[in-house]
């Protein structure tokens, strides 16, 4: 095993390390049926693991991957992991399943036939001030008929990933991506926000793009701190004349947005104002 800031659950147990975990023959290796979650503990919470956890299982039905681990025992599992790590130390949680050779060589996987796996892996938090800027991509969200769009699926991202790319190659952080209608669904990484005249505006969830967990909490953190939240068919247009734009993500919680493409914008109160709300929230949750 490599990796000294991963630990692994496999096969029943942790290890510490990057635990090799697939083989060649694996339905997963070869046909990409692989599921993901991602969740966070920093400051000694990990807000909504269960969450995040119950999401991998939707994400693995979804593949017609057997999920072979509940909710609750995969949270007690992800917690007993996490007591080789001290509060100061903020580590990234990503349960996945993926199916296992079915020995007929068929393409639909064989129902029971799961792996599954947990990485720990440490991760710092962004800081308070660390912003990112956006660029359009030709590069579109699938929908469900294109795709298997409604989970949490590894066979996604090349295409997040080429995005991310031609984004990086441009100079700028990451993409605004559109769903084939042409109107703006998520960025390559994580869900999109944006402010004007006070009021919060979100793209309305269709099938096209994941509408995340931390979305969700930030969206019921404003409302309940008395900010008007909208979810709402947005374009490249509404995105221009936006007063302040910020992305959404496990990851990092919350990435204020500076520019987007010729258009800047201030790293202002709103966004401030979520990560507070944010960080208090997952202090008592
Ligand atoms: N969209 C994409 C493409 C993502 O990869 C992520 C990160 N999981 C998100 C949105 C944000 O989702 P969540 O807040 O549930 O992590």
Redesign the pocket.
Not at 186 to 191: D, I, S, Y
């Given at each position: 095993a490599t990796g000294s800031n991963i630990r692994t659950f496999f096969e029943g147990r942790w290890h510490d390390g990057d635990v090799m975990v697939m083989r060649a023959a694996d339905h997963g290796s070869w046909l990409g049926t692989t599921v993901f979650d991602?969740a966070r503990q920093f400051d000694g919470r990990a807000p909504d693991l269960w969450a995040?956890c119950d999401r991998v299982n939707r994400s693995a039905r979804a593949l017609m991957i057997t999920p072979t681990v509940s909710t609750d025992e995969m949270v007690s599992i992800v917690r007993d992991g996490l007591k080789a790590y001290d509060g100061n130390t903020a580590v990234y949680v990503r349960p996945m399943y993926w199916a296992l050779d079915g020995g007929d060589l068929g393409i639909v996987p064989k129902e029971g036939a799961t792996g599954f796996a947990i990485s720990l892996e440490v991760i710092p938090m962004a800081p308070a001030t660390h912003t990112s800027t956006l660029t359009r991509t030709r590069f579109r969200r699938p929908v469900l008929e294109d795709a298997v769009v409604d989970a949490?699926a590894g066979c996604l991202y090349p295409n997040?990933a080429r995005m991310l790319a031609e984004a990086r190659a441009k100079g700028f952080g990451n993409a605004l991506v559109t769903d084939a209608m042409g109107n703006v669904a998520?960025?390559?990484?994580?869900?999109i926000f944006m402010v004007r005249d006070g009021v919060v505006f979100t793209p309305i969830p269709n099938g096209t793009?994941?509408a995340?967990?931390?979305?969700g909490r930030h969206i019921a953190n404003l409302r309940a701190d008395g900010v008007e939240v909208v979810e709402k068919v947005l374009t490249f247009a509404d995105f221009e004349a936006a007063d302040e734009v910020f992305m959404?993500?496990?990851?990092m919680k919350i990435t204020p947005i500076t520019a987007f493409d010729e258009v800047s914008y201030q790293h202002g109160p709103v966004a401030r104002r979520a990560r507070e709300l944010y960080w208090d929230w997952a202090a008592s949750a």
């Open positions: 991602g995040h949490k997040n998520e960025t390559a990484t994580a869900n793009f994941l995340g967990i931390t979305r959404t993500g496990n990851m």
